[in-house]
């Protein structure tokens, strides 16, 4: 979900420009940076937000740089201006060294001068329409980025896969070898070999490394998130969640191994499964 975008827009009142910046994040998580006169816009951007992004951590920073005017008109109050004037004259007749007071001293007192409110109507159609495109733009970069891990997605799991059907075939002959070894055991120990002794510790031995559901519920997941690939919709959270049921299926099934070659295999799939996790951080 890293991604970056910026535009610009200019009129009469001068430049503005918008600048979007994500990272990843599990949540939606938007700050912003608007110019004091913008702030009423925030809540209208945020929507706007929630309409084309669904998760990732958002830095919207918008910078409004004013036309230069050759002039620059004040208002001044002359009715403070001339109270003002009459109190310092009113003081300074009650002390014994008055102080002169001149006109940039009237001027510094609150009220008596005042730059008239300028009018950001136009600036603030500007920018819900600059916001609205840098937004649209940013989300195009994010689906293209999507588009372009596709095939390490597919890539892994068509592995994974591989590894799921690899585990599935051993599992008749790991058994076998199993109980060969236990009835060389029981010879070792010179014990003799009751059937039904020997057919209890297999069924025992059956039931512990019996991994049947974990290989189908593997290859149930592996299958879903080759399905929701293919979605048009937000799937990263989607595929958190089944990141995390394959890591499980894959703990299981190398806690349950009767087997060396099966323990590798089960390692592989969790490194399998952390590479695509990592990447779908950045999925929207």
Not at 17 to 29: A, P, Q
Not at 41 to 48: A, H, I, P, Q, V
Not at 248 to 276: F, H, P, W, Y
């Amino acid at each position: 979900m890293t991604a970056f975008a910026r535009k610009d827009v200019q009129g009469d009142w001068g430049t503005l420009t918008c600048e979007i910046r994500t990272v990843n994040h599990r949540y939606l998580e938007p700050s912003f940076r608007l110019p004091e006169a913008f702030r009423e816009l925030e809540n209208r951007f945020r929507e706007e937000l929630r309409k084309q992004l669904k998760r990732g951590k958002v830095d919207v920073s918008m910078r409004l740089q004013s036309a230069e005017k050759a002039s620059q008109s004040f208002e001044i109050s002359k009715d403070m201006a001339q109270a003002v004037n009459e109190a310092a004259n009113h003081i300074n007749r009650m002390l014994d060294n008055p102080a002169h007071i001149n006109a940039l001293d009237i001027l510094r007192w609150p009220g008596v001068l005042s730059v008239p409110e300028q009018d950001y109507s136009p600036a603030k159609e500007a920018a819900i329409g600059l916001f609205e495109q840098t937004v649209s733009d940013l989300a195009s970069v994010r689906e293209r980025e999507g588009e372009r891990l596709r095939p390490l997605f597919e890539d892994r799991l068509n592995t994974m896969g591989s590894l799921v059907a690899d585990v599935r075939k051993r599992m008749p002959e790991l058994l076998d070898a199993q109980e060969k070894t236990l009835r060389e055991r029981f010879e070792k120990a010179k014990v003799e070999l009751d059937a039904e002794r020997v057919a209890q510790e297999m069924v025992m031995l059956a039931q512990k490394s019996d991994v049947a559901e974990e290989l189908d519920r593997l290859d149930a997941h592996i299958g879903e998130v080759t399905d929701t690939l293919k979605s048009d919709d937000a799937i990263g959270r989607r595929l958190d969640f089944l990141m995390q049921e394959l890591n499980r299926e894959a703990n299981t099934l190398s806690s349950k191994s009767i087997d060396a070659g099966v323990t590798r295999i089960a390692v592989d799939l969790k490194v399998l499964i952390e590479q695509m996790r990592e990447q779908v951080q950045n999925l929207e």
